[in-house]
């Protein structure tokens, strides 16, 4: 098993250009999150998917657009990157959302995003 | 906002248990404690949770006390490799989020 995965490890973007982020499982996880995390910062939720084919926001989805066509993937879509986009981007899966046994979030190793 | 608030930073000696406090005043009655860490530049990774009972694993023990206002993360023998961000999280119910705080830098020294 990989877990949870992530492509690129590493970009820089000029403002304005656009990208998208890959996540990808294979626990065959339901719930999968996109998180970004600024310097000396907690994550803080940017989208989230509770299965395939749906997206809800989460603190922080300005900017950002996600899509969940098939359930081991999930993207981030940057469609005019900003210099306030400059971050680390995680992504994590679930087994399912609700508390308790199953709930626990795997984390993929992130992406280094630099937007200048 | 974050409903967790912890030590900014703590030290530990390699071999002894790290104690990581967690106030959570405002939990309500059906949501979880979880403690997640982060070792520097990597994912978040998972380390335990519970309701309102002691839980432990293979990894650490969580005590809540019995008002649920607060809790201890206890790692029994701390190991240079302990060295990491610990955050304790207040579970939200709806939709699985995380939300996570400040957390505390655990540093373990030998």
């Known amino acids: 098993n990989a877990g949870v995965t992530q492509t690129p490890k590493f970009r820089v973007l000029k403002t304005g250009q656009s990208m998208t982020l890959l996540c990808a499982q294979d626990?065959?996880?339901?719930?999968m999150y996109w998180y970004r995390q600024d310097p000396g910062m907690g994550l803080r939720l940017i989208h989230y998917s509770v299965g395939e084919g749906t997206t809800a926001k989460g603190e922080v989805p300005d900017g950002y657009n996600v899509s969940r066509l098939k359930k081991q993937n999930f993207l981030l879509g940057l469609e005019s990157a900003a210099p306030s986009q400059t971050s680390v981007y995680f992504c994590a899966s679930s087994p399912h959302g609700g508390p308790g046994a199953g709930s626990e979030q795997f984390f993929g190793p992130g992406t280094r995003l630099t937007v200048l | 906002d974050a409903k967790t608030t912890q030590p900014p930073s703590m030290d530990c000696a390699e071999g002894r248990a790290a104690n990581l406090p967690c106030n959570h005043s405002t939990i309500s009655g059906n949501e979880y404690v979880y403690w997640y860490r982060q070792i520097h530049s990597q994912g978040p990774q998972y380390i335990i949770h519970?309701?309102?009972n002691n839980e432990t694993n293979e990894m650490a023990s969580l005590i809540i006390t019995e008002d649920r206002k607060s809790s201890t993360l206890i790692l029994p023998h701390a190991t240079l490799r302990d060295t990491a961000v610990y955050y304790c999280i207040v579970r939200d119910n709806q939709g699985g989020k995380l939300i996570f705080g400040q957390g505390t830098e655990l540093s373990v020294k030998p």
């Open positions: 519970g309701l309102k």
């Open positions: 626990m065959n996880h339901e719930y």
